[in-house]
Protein backbone atom coordinates (compact mmCIF):
# COMPACT_ATOMS: atom_id res chain seq x y z
CA UNK A 1 0.00 0.00 0.00
CA UNK A 2 1.44 3.46 -0.93
CA UNK A 3 2.26 5.89 1.56
CA UNK A 4 -0.59 8.36 0.42
CA UNK A 5 -3.16 5.76 0.70
CA UNK A 6 -2.38 4.58 4.15
CA UNK A 7 -2.19 8.06 5.29
CA UNK A 8 -6.18 8.70 3.79
CA UNK A 9 -6.90 5.62 5.61
CA UNK A 10 -8.65 5.89 9.38
CA UNK A 11 -7.97 4.24 12.26
CA UNK A 12 -10.14 1.37 13.99
CA UNK A 13 -11.59 3.20 17.22
CA UNK A 14 -10.23 2.03 20.58
CA UNK A 15 -12.17 0.22 23.52
CA UNK A 16 -12.64 2.49 26.90
CA UNK A 17 -11.00 1.22 30.34
CA UNK A 18 -7.29 0.54 28.63
CA UNK A 19 -5.21 0.20 31.98
CA UNK A 20 -1.61 1.27 31.73
CA UNK A 21 0.78 -1.39 31.07
CA UNK A 22 -1.62 -4.42 30.87
CA UNK A 23 -3.98 -3.18 28.68
CA UNK A 24 -7.46 -4.64 28.64
CA UNK A 25 -6.08 -7.79 29.76
CA UNK A 26 -7.66 -8.29 33.07
CA UNK A 27 -11.18 -7.06 31.83
CA UNK A 28 -10.13 -9.72 29.05
CA UNK A 29 -9.31 -12.95 31.58
CA UNK A 30 -12.55 -12.57 33.93
CA UNK A 31 -14.98 -13.50 30.83
CA UNK A 32 -13.37 -12.82 27.39
CA UNK A 33 -16.48 -13.72 25.57
CA UNK A 34 -18.39 -10.60 27.35
CA UNK A 35 -16.02 -8.49 27.13
CA UNK A 36 -15.81 -9.06 23.07
CA UNK A 37 -19.43 -8.14 22.95
CA UNK A 38 -18.61 -4.89 24.89
CA UNK A 39 -16.07 -4.02 22.24
CA UNK A 40 -18.48 -4.52 19.38
CA UNK A 41 -21.22 -2.53 21.23
CA UNK A 42 -19.21 0.23 22.22
CA UNK A 43 -17.08 0.67 18.94
CA UNK A 44 -19.07 -1.70 16.30
CA UNK A 45 -17.68 -3.29 12.96
CA UNK A 46 -13.64 -2.34 14.39
CA UNK A 47 -12.87 -2.63 17.82
CA UNK A 48 -9.15 -2.37 19.30
CA UNK A 49 -7.89 -3.13 22.43
CA UNK A 50 -4.62 -4.17 24.03
CA UNK A 51 -4.00 -7.21 25.42
CA UNK A 52 -0.97 -6.56 27.47
CA UNK A 53 0.90 -4.68 24.63
CA UNK A 54 -0.52 -6.61 21.48
CA UNK A 55 -2.81 -4.30 20.27
CA UNK A 56 -5.56 -6.55 18.95
CA UNK A 57 -8.73 -5.32 16.53
CA UNK A 58 -11.66 -7.22 16.84
CA UNK A 59 -13.79 -7.73 13.46
CA UNK A 60 -17.46 -8.17 14.29
CA UNK A 61 -20.40 -9.25 11.94
CA UNK A 62 -20.85 -10.76 8.91
CA UNK A 63 -18.80 -8.81 6.43
CA UNK A 64 -15.95 -8.14 8.60
CA UNK A 65 -15.54 -12.17 9.52
CA UNK A 66 -15.99 -13.03 6.04
CA UNK A 67 -13.00 -10.96 5.30
CA UNK A 68 -11.31 -12.32 8.31
CA UNK A 69 -12.10 -15.63 7.40
CA UNK A 70 -11.32 -15.41 3.76
CA UNK A 71 -8.05 -13.23 3.68
CA UNK A 72 -5.03 -16.00 3.59
CA UNK A 73 -2.13 -16.91 5.11
CA UNK A 74 0.30 -15.05 3.64
CA UNK A 75 -1.67 -11.75 4.80
CA UNK A 76 -2.98 -13.01 8.16
CA UNK A 77 -1.06 -15.78 9.66
CA UNK A 78 -2.54 -17.97 11.99
CA UNK A 79 0.74 -19.25 12.16
CA UNK A 80 2.35 -16.69 13.81
CA UNK A 81 -0.69 -15.82 16.17
CA UNK A 82 -0.68 -20.10 16.72
CA UNK A 83 2.73 -20.14 18.26
CA UNK A 84 1.88 -21.67 21.60
CA UNK A 85 1.18 -25.30 19.55
CA UNK A 86 4.72 -25.71 18.13
CA UNK A 87 6.16 -27.04 21.67
CA UNK A 88 2.86 -29.11 21.41
CA UNK A 89 2.84 -30.69 17.87
CA UNK A 90 6.49 -30.96 17.60
CA UNK A 91 9.06 -29.44 14.77
CA UNK A 92 8.18 -29.07 11.54
CA UNK A 93 4.29 -29.46 11.84
CA UNK A 94 1.46 -27.46 10.93
CA UNK A 95 2.24 -23.59 11.84
CA UNK A 96 5.77 -24.79 12.22
CA UNK A 97 6.29 -25.60 8.61
CA UNK A 98 7.00 -23.72 5.92
CA UNK A 99 3.91 -22.71 4.25
CA UNK A 100 4.26 -25.26 1.41
CA UNK A 101 4.83 -28.45 3.60
CA UNK A 102 1.81 -27.17 6.33
CA UNK A 103 -0.26 -26.51 2.84
CA UNK A 104 0.49 -30.33 2.64
CA UNK A 105 0.16 -31.50 6.00
CA UNK A 106 -3.24 -29.54 6.05
CA UNK A 107 -4.36 -31.52 3.25
CA UNK A 108 -3.55 -34.95 3.87
CA UNK A 109 -5.33 -34.26 7.50
CA UNK A 110 -8.30 -33.17 5.91
CA UNK A 111 -7.49 -36.14 3.48
CA UNK A 112 -7.74 -38.79 6.90
CA UNK A 113 -11.07 -37.07 7.86
CA UNK A 114 -13.35 -37.66 4.22
CA UNK A 115 -15.61 -39.85 3.07
CA UNK A 116 -13.16 -43.31 3.09
CA UNK A 117 -12.41 -43.56 6.42
CA UNK A 118 -16.19 -42.52 8.02
CA UNK A 119 -17.58 -45.94 7.74
CA UNK A 120 -14.96 -47.35 9.72
CA UNK A 121 -14.86 -44.22 12.11
CA UNK A 122 -18.94 -44.79 13.03
CA UNK A 123 -18.54 -48.25 13.25
CA UNK A 124 -15.68 -47.56 15.87
CA UNK A 125 -17.67 -45.04 17.68
CA UNK A 126 -20.93 -46.87 18.03
CA UNK A 127 -18.57 -49.53 19.43
CA UNK A 128 -17.25 -47.22 22.03
CA UNK A 129 -20.52 -45.94 22.90
CA UNK A 130 -22.11 -49.36 23.62
CA UNK A 131 -19.11 -50.33 25.27
CA UNK A 132 -19.61 -46.91 27.99
CA UNK A 133 -23.33 -47.63 28.50
CA UNK A 134 -22.67 -51.75 28.91
CA UNK A 135 -22.06 -50.91 32.76
CA UNK A 136 -25.04 -48.39 33.16
CA UNK A 137 -27.65 -50.17 34.56
CA UNK A 138 -31.61 -49.12 34.60
CA UNK A 139 -30.92 -45.89 35.94
CA UNK A 140 -27.93 -43.61 37.80
CA UNK A 141 -26.27 -40.27 38.18
CA UNK A 142 -22.53 -39.27 35.87
CA UNK A 143 -20.79 -36.22 35.74
CA UNK A 144 -21.05 -35.71 31.81
CA UNK A 145 -17.79 -33.73 31.39
CA UNK A 146 -15.54 -36.19 32.92
CA UNK A 147 -17.56 -38.72 30.98
CA UNK A 148 -17.58 -37.40 27.74
CA UNK A 149 -14.06 -36.37 27.99
CA UNK A 150 -13.14 -39.76 28.09
CA UNK A 151 -15.79 -41.07 25.67
CA UNK A 152 -13.85 -38.77 23.17
CA UNK A 153 -10.72 -39.54 23.88
CA UNK A 154 -11.35 -43.15 23.11
CA UNK A 155 -13.31 -42.35 19.94
CA UNK A 156 -10.81 -40.20 18.76
CA UNK A 157 -7.64 -42.20 19.55
CA UNK A 158 -9.15 -45.68 18.33
CA UNK A 159 -9.95 -43.54 14.91
CA UNK A 160 -6.53 -41.83 14.35
CA UNK A 161 -4.71 -44.11 16.05
CA UNK A 162 -6.39 -47.48 15.12
CA UNK A 163 -7.91 -50.76 16.90
CA UNK A 164 -4.51 -52.25 18.55
CA UNK A 165 -3.53 -49.17 19.70
CA UNK A 166 -6.49 -48.51 21.39
CA UNK A 167 -6.95 -52.09 22.80
CA UNK A 168 -3.17 -51.38 24.78
CA UNK A 169 -3.71 -47.70 25.07
CA UNK A 170 -2.51 -47.51 28.53
CA UNK A 171 -2.81 -44.77 31.82
CA UNK A 172 0.93 -43.79 30.44
CA UNK A 173 -0.67 -42.50 27.38
CA UNK A 174 -3.45 -40.95 28.95
CA UNK A 175 -1.51 -38.42 31.24
CA UNK A 176 1.69 -37.68 28.48
CA UNK A 177 -1.61 -35.99 26.45
CA UNK A 178 -2.98 -34.67 29.55
CA UNK A 179 0.61 -33.05 30.15
CA UNK A 180 0.66 -32.03 26.41
CA UNK A 181 -2.71 -30.28 26.67
CA UNK A 182 -1.12 -28.51 29.90
CA UNK A 183 1.22 -26.95 27.97
CA UNK A 184 -1.17 -24.71 25.92
CA UNK A 185 -2.72 -22.74 28.32
CA UNK A 186 -3.15 -19.20 28.08
CA UNK A 187 0.22 -17.77 29.59
CA UNK A 188 2.24 -19.94 26.63
CA UNK A 189 0.07 -17.61 24.13
CA UNK A 190 2.71 -14.94 25.45
CA UNK A 191 5.48 -17.24 25.76
CA UNK A 192 5.51 -20.78 25.23
CA UNK A 193 9.20 -21.67 26.24
CA UNK A 194 9.28 -19.40 29.71
CA UNK A 195 10.86 -21.59 32.24
CA UNK A 196 7.97 -23.29 33.86
CA UNK A 197 7.33 -26.94 35.02
CA UNK A 198 4.44 -27.09 32.90
CA UNK A 199 6.73 -26.60 30.04
CA UNK A 200 9.00 -29.03 30.88
CA UNK A 201 6.45 -31.75 31.59
CA UNK A 202 5.40 -30.78 28.33
CA UNK A 203 8.37 -31.32 26.84
CA UNK A 204 8.92 -34.79 28.00
CA UNK A 205 5.81 -35.27 26.95
CA UNK A 206 6.07 -35.02 23.47
CA UNK A 207 9.48 -36.53 23.51
CA UNK A 208 7.71 -39.94 25.15
CA UNK A 209 4.95 -39.71 22.88
CA UNK A 210 6.99 -39.84 19.53
CA UNK A 211 8.41 -42.34 20.74
CA UNK A 212 5.66 -44.18 21.15
CA UNK A 213 3.58 -43.05 18.17
CA UNK A 214 7.25 -44.08 16.47
CA UNK A 215 6.88 -47.71 17.54
CA UNK A 216 3.99 -48.03 15.43
CA UNK A 217 4.30 -46.30 12.14
CA UNK A 218 7.72 -48.70 12.45
CA UNK A 219 5.38 -51.72 13.58
CA UNK A 220 3.48 -50.91 10.37
CA UNK A 221 6.38 -50.24 8.13
CA UNK A 222 7.30 -53.49 9.07
CA UNK A 223 4.26 -55.16 8.57
CA UNK A 224 2.71 -57.07 5.24
CA UNK A 225 -0.87 -55.90 6.64
CA UNK A 226 -1.90 -52.77 4.26
CA UNK A 227 -5.71 -51.51 5.53
CA UNK A 228 -6.17 -49.93 8.73
CA UNK A 229 -9.11 -47.54 8.09
CA UNK A 230 -7.55 -45.19 10.24
CA UNK A 231 -5.91 -42.02 9.96
CA UNK A 232 -2.33 -43.02 10.53
CA UNK A 233 -3.00 -44.52 7.36
CA UNK A 234 -3.85 -41.72 5.72
CA UNK A 235 -0.72 -40.09 7.32
CA UNK A 236 2.02 -42.50 6.22
CA UNK A 237 0.66 -42.80 2.97
CA UNK A 238 0.58 -38.95 2.38
CA UNK A 239 3.30 -37.32 0.22
CA UNK A 240 4.91 -33.50 -0.33
CA UNK A 241 4.57 -32.01 -4.11
CA UNK A 242 8.16 -33.93 -4.59
CA UNK A 243 7.12 -37.27 -3.57
CA UNK A 244 8.47 -37.47 -0.23
CA UNK A 245 7.13 -39.06 2.93
CA UNK A 246 6.29 -37.39 6.31
CA UNK A 247 9.05 -37.83 9.40
CA UNK A 248 8.17 -40.10 12.00
CA UNK A 249 7.79 -37.34 13.87
CA UNK A 250 5.80 -34.85 11.27
CA UNK A 251 3.13 -38.09 11.20
CA UNK A 252 3.03 -38.05 15.05
CA UNK A 253 2.52 -33.95 15.27
CA UNK A 254 -0.48 -34.64 12.64
CA UNK A 255 -1.78 -37.48 15.18
CA UNK A 256 -1.53 -34.73 18.28
CA UNK A 257 -2.86 -31.90 15.95
CA UNK A 258 -5.73 -33.79 15.39
CA UNK A 259 -6.60 -35.25 18.58
CA UNK A 260 -6.42 -31.56 19.77
CA UNK A 261 -8.97 -30.03 17.20
CA UNK A 262 -11.14 -32.51 18.03
CA UNK A 263 -11.10 -34.00 21.23
CA UNK A 264 -12.50 -30.93 23.79
CA UNK A 265 -14.64 -29.39 20.55
CA UNK A 266 -16.18 -32.46 20.26
CA UNK A 267 -16.75 -33.37 24.22
CA UNK A 268 -17.69 -29.72 25.03
CA UNK A 269 -20.47 -29.98 22.47
CA UNK A 270 -21.67 -33.58 23.62
CA UNK A 271 -21.98 -32.37 27.24
CA UNK A 272 -23.79 -29.27 26.39
CA UNK A 273 -26.03 -31.40 23.86
CA UNK A 274 -26.97 -33.72 26.54
CA UNK A 275 -27.28 -30.85 28.88
CA UNK A 276 -30.25 -28.93 26.74
CA UNK A 277 -31.44 -32.06 25.80
CA UNK A 278 -32.72 -32.57 29.62
CA UNK A 279 -33.38 -28.81 29.70
CA UNK A 280 -35.17 -28.36 26.89
CA UNK A 281 -38.02 -31.04 27.35
CA UNK A 282 -40.54 -29.70 24.44
CA UNK A 283 -37.85 -30.39 21.76
CA UNK A 284 -36.36 -32.84 23.49
CA UNK A 285 -39.08 -35.15 23.40
CA UNK A 286 -39.74 -34.60 19.19
CA UNK A 287 -35.79 -35.34 19.24
CA UNK A 288 -35.82 -38.59 21.12
CA UNK A 289 -38.80 -39.94 19.31
CA UNK A 290 -37.80 -39.34 16.14
CA UNK A 291 -34.34 -41.00 17.26
CA UNK A 292 -36.73 -43.77 18.47
CA UNK A 293 -38.40 -44.45 15.46
CA UNK A 294 -35.36 -44.31 13.51
CA UNK A 295 -32.81 -46.66 15.55
CA UNK A 296 -34.20 -49.30 17.77
CA UNK A 297 -32.30 -50.24 21.12
CA UNK A 298 -30.50 -52.89 19.11
CA UNK A 299 -30.18 -52.22 15.89
CA UNK A 300 -27.21 -51.46 14.65
CA UNK A 301 -25.79 -47.79 13.95
CA UNK A 302 -24.17 -47.66 10.71
CA UNK A 303 -22.87 -43.98 8.58
CA UNK A 304 -26.06 -44.86 6.07
CA UNK A 305 -28.53 -44.40 9.12
CA UNK A 306 -26.95 -41.49 10.53
CA UNK A 307 -27.16 -39.69 7.37
CA UNK A 308 -30.85 -37.86 7.93
CA UNK A 309 -31.77 -36.78 11.22
CA UNK A 310 -33.54 -33.80 10.81
CA UNK A 311 -34.65 -32.96 14.75
CA UNK A 312 -31.55 -34.39 16.24
CA UNK A 313 -29.12 -31.79 13.43
CA UNK A 314 -31.63 -28.95 14.30
CA UNK A 315 -30.91 -29.62 17.97
CA UNK A 316 -27.28 -29.80 17.81
CA UNK A 317 -27.02 -26.73 15.54
CA UNK A 318 -28.64 -24.41 17.93
CA UNK A 319 -26.48 -25.94 20.70
CA UNK A 320 -23.68 -24.51 18.40
CA UNK A 321 -25.01 -21.41 18.59
CA UNK A 322 -25.29 -20.93 21.46
CA UNK A 323 -22.11 -22.96 22.91
CA UNK A 324 -19.75 -22.54 20.27
CA UNK A 325 -16.45 -24.65 21.01
CA UNK A 326 -14.10 -22.21 20.23
CA UNK A 327 -15.26 -19.01 21.00
CA UNK A 328 -12.65 -16.53 19.57
CA UNK A 329 -10.44 -16.80 16.36
CA UNK A 330 -7.26 -15.04 15.94
CA UNK A 331 -4.62 -14.06 13.34
CA UNK A 332 -1.54 -11.76 13.34
CA UNK A 333 -1.40 -9.35 10.57
CA UNK A 334 1.13 -9.72 8.43
CA UNK A 335 0.87 -6.95 5.86
CA UNK A 336 -0.99 -3.54 6.06
CA UNK A 337 -5.00 -4.21 5.35
CA UNK A 338 -7.39 -2.04 4.25
CA UNK A 339 -10.73 -3.04 5.29
CA UNK A 340 -13.10 -0.33 3.90
CA UNK A 341 -11.49 2.42 4.54
CA UNK A 342 -9.93 1.60 7.82
CA UNK A 343 -6.18 1.05 7.90
CA UNK A 344 -5.45 -2.19 10.26
CA UNK A 345 -1.71 -2.32 10.72
CA UNK A 346 1.11 -5.15 9.96
CA UNK A 347 1.97 -6.51 13.80
CA UNK A 348 -1.53 -6.04 15.21
CA UNK A 349 -3.49 -8.83 16.08
CA UNK A 350 -7.20 -9.47 14.08
CA UNK A 351 -9.70 -11.59 16.07
CA UNK A 352 -13.33 -12.68 15.46
CA UNK A 353 -15.78 -13.85 18.23
CA UNK A 354 -18.05 -16.92 17.41
CA UNK A 355 -19.81 -16.61 20.69
CA UNK A 356 -20.52 -12.87 20.12
CA UNK A 357 -21.19 -13.55 16.45
CA UNK A 358 -23.81 -15.94 17.13
CA UNK A 359 -25.89 -13.62 19.52
CA UNK A 360 -25.93 -10.92 17.17
CA UNK A 361 -29.82 -9.80 17.51
CA UNK A 362 -29.86 -8.76 13.61
CA UNK A 363 -29.78 -12.56 12.84
CA UNK A 364 -31.10 -14.31 16.03
CA UNK A 365 -33.32 -12.16 17.92
CA UNK A 366 -33.96 -12.87 21.65
CA UNK A 367 -30.86 -14.47 21.24
CA UNK A 368 -30.25 -16.68 24.55
CA UNK A 369 -33.54 -18.32 23.76
CA UNK A 370 -32.86 -22.23 22.65
CA UNK A 371 -34.64 -22.48 19.56
CA UNK A 372 -33.96 -25.12 17.20
CA UNK A 373 -36.15 -23.80 14.71
CA UNK A 374 -35.43 -20.30 14.72
CA UNK A 375 -34.88 -19.44 10.87
CA UNK A 376 -31.66 -19.72 9.14
CA UNK A 377 -29.53 -15.77 8.29
CA UNK A 378 -29.31 -15.01 4.70
CA UNK A 379 -25.98 -14.70 5.29
CA UNK A 380 -23.25 -17.27 5.37
CA UNK A 381 -20.95 -15.49 7.99
CA UNK A 382 -22.80 -14.92 10.56
CA UNK A 383 -23.73 -18.92 12.13
CA UNK A 384 -19.98 -19.90 12.05
CA UNK A 385 -19.35 -22.89 14.89
CA UNK A 386 -17.01 -24.79 12.33
CA UNK A 387 -15.26 -21.18 11.12
CA UNK A 388 -15.89 -20.53 7.17
CA UNK A 389 -13.11 -19.64 4.11
CA UNK A 390 -9.86 -21.83 3.30
CA UNK A 391 -9.41 -23.33 6.96
CA UNK A 392 -12.87 -24.47 7.88
CA UNK A 393 -12.93 -26.84 10.12
CA UNK A 394 -11.67 -30.20 8.91
CA UNK A 395 -13.22 -31.90 11.08
CA UNK A 396 -16.88 -30.89 10.61
CA UNK A 397 -18.86 -33.66 8.64
CA UNK A 398 -16.63 -36.18 11.23
CA UNK A 399 -17.66 -34.09 14.33
CA UNK A 400 -21.25 -34.34 13.25
CA UNK A 401 -20.97 -37.86 12.43
CA UNK A 402 -19.91 -38.44 16.12
CA UNK A 403 -22.54 -36.33 17.90
CA UNK A 404 -25.18 -37.57 16.18
CA UNK A 405 -23.69 -41.89 16.45
CA UNK A 406 -23.77 -40.73 20.19
CA UNK A 407 -26.85 -39.82 20.98
CA UNK A 408 -28.32 -42.45 18.49
CA UNK A 409 -27.28 -44.82 21.05
CA UNK A 410 -28.30 -43.21 23.86
CA UNK A 411 -31.80 -41.59 23.45
CA UNK A 412 -33.89 -44.46 22.82
CA UNK A 413 -32.49 -46.28 25.51
CA UNK A 414 -32.01 -43.13 28.35
CA UNK A 415 -33.74 -40.36 29.40
CA UNK A 416 -31.90 -37.96 31.01
CA UNK A 417 -32.58 -35.06 34.04
CA UNK A 418 -30.80 -32.51 35.28
CA UNK A 419 -29.53 -33.15 38.94
CA UNK A 420 -28.72 -29.38 40.09
CA UNK A 421 -30.81 -26.49 39.76
CA UNK A 422 -31.07 -25.25 36.16
CA UNK A 423 -28.92 -22.49 37.25
CA UNK A 424 -25.69 -24.09 37.62
CA UNK A 425 -24.75 -25.46 33.95
CA UNK A 426 -23.49 -22.24 32.69
CA UNK A 427 -20.40 -21.48 29.81
CA UNK A 428 -17.49 -21.99 31.39
CA UNK A 429 -15.55 -19.45 29.12
CA UNK A 430 -11.96 -19.95 31.70
CA UNK A 431 -10.30 -22.79 29.19
CA UNK A 432 -9.50 -22.19 25.45
CA UNK A 433 -12.61 -24.19 24.07
CA UNK A 434 -15.62 -23.79 25.77
CA UNK A 435 -18.02 -26.57 28.21
CA UNK A 436 -20.19 -26.56 30.67
CA UNK A 437 -18.57 -25.55 34.01
CA UNK A 438 -18.37 -28.39 35.95
CA UNK A 439 -19.27 -31.01 37.50
CA UNK A 440 -21.90 -31.27 34.97
CA UNK A 441 -24.34 -34.18 36.57
CA UNK A 442 -27.12 -35.67 34.80
CA UNK A 443 -29.31 -38.59 36.21
CA UNK A 444 -30.54 -41.38 33.38
CA UNK A 445 -33.31 -43.81 33.76
CA UNK A 446 -33.55 -46.65 31.38
CA UNK A 447 -36.80 -46.08 29.36
CA UNK A 448 -39.78 -48.34 29.60
C1 LIG B 1 -18.15 -29.61 17.34
C2 LIG B 1 -16.91 -29.84 17.06
C3 LIG B 1 -15.97 -28.89 16.37
C4 LIG B 1 -16.02 -27.53 16.22
C5 LIG B 1 -17.11 -26.57 16.70
C6 LIG B 1 -14.84 -27.13 15.46
C7 LIG B 1 -14.54 -25.83 15.09
C8 LIG B 1 -13.47 -25.47 14.30
C9 LIG B 1 -13.17 -24.12 13.86
C10 LIG B 1 -13.99 -22.87 14.24
C11 LIG B 1 -12.07 -24.16 13.08
C12 LIG B 1 -11.40 -22.98 12.36
C13 LIG B 1 -10.23 -22.45 13.14
C14 LIG B 1 -9.62 -21.19 12.52
O1 LIG B 1 -10.10 -20.72 11.48
O2 LIG B 1 -8.67 -20.67 13.11
C15 LIG B 1 -11.62 -25.52 13.05
C16 LIG B 1 -10.52 -25.97 12.35
C17 LIG B 1 -10.12 -27.29 12.33
N1 LIG B 1 -10.77 -28.36 12.90
FE1 LIG B 1 -12.48 -28.33 13.95
N2 LIG B 1 -14.10 -28.25 15.18
C18 LIG B 1 -14.75 -29.35 15.71
C19 LIG B 1 -14.36 -30.67 15.65
C20 LIG B 1 -13.27 -31.11 14.96
C21 LIG B 1 -12.88 -32.50 14.86
C22 LIG B 1 -13.65 -33.66 15.49
C23 LIG B 1 -11.73 -32.53 14.15
C24 LIG B 1 -10.88 -33.71 13.76
C25 LIG B 1 -11.12 -34.94 14.03
C26 LIG B 1 -11.40 -31.17 13.77
C27 LIG B 1 -10.33 -30.79 13.01
C28 LIG B 1 -10.04 -29.50 12.61
C29 LIG B 1 -8.87 -29.15 11.84
C30 LIG B 1 -7.81 -30.11 11.33
C31 LIG B 1 -8.92 -27.76 11.64
C32 LIG B 1 -7.91 -26.89 10.89
C33 LIG B 1 -8.30 -26.77 9.44
C34 LIG B 1 -7.28 -25.93 8.67
O3 LIG B 1 -6.47 -25.28 9.28
O4 LIG B 1 -7.32 -25.92 7.44
N3 LIG B 1 -12.36 -30.34 14.28
N4 LIG B 1 -12.50 -26.31 13.78
Same mark, same amino acid.
Request: charged share 25%; with cysteine.
Given at each position: ?38 ? *????? %??? %? ?21 ? /? ?8 ? +??? =? /? #?? !? ?27 ? *? ?11 ? %? ?59 ? $? ?25 ? +? ?10 ? $???? &??? =? ?18 ? +? &? ?11 ? /????? %?? =? ?53 ? !????? @?? *? ?8 ? #? +? ?9 ? @? ?7 ? @? ?5 ? @? ?16 ? *? ?21 ? #? $??? !???? $???? =? ?17
Amino acid at each position: MSPSVVASLKLPPKVSGEKPGSGHMEEFGVNFARFMMRC *NAECG %ELA %EFNMGGQQTVLMSGPEAQEAFLK /TLDLKLSRAA +AYQ =A /T #VP !VFGKGVIFDAPPDKMKAQLKIQVDALRYQ *NMKNYSTVISQEV %EDWVASWGDEGELDFLDEFLRLTLHTATHCLLGKDFRDRMTEEFRELYHALEKGLQAIAFV $DPYMQQPVFEARDKALIRLQALIGGII +AERRASSHIEYG $DALE &TFM =AGTYTDGSQLTENEITGLVI +A &TMFAGHHTSSGTA /TWTLT %EL =ARQKEYSAEVSEELQALFKSDSEITLESLREIPKLEAFIEEVLRLHPPLVLLMRR !VIEDI @DY *NGTLIEAGKT #V +AISIYGSHRNT @DYFPDPEKF @DPYRPKP @DTLFAYIPFGGGPHKCAG *NAFAMMQMKAIFAALLPRYEFEL #V $DPD !VTYQ $DDLS =AIVLKPTGPCRLRYTKRK
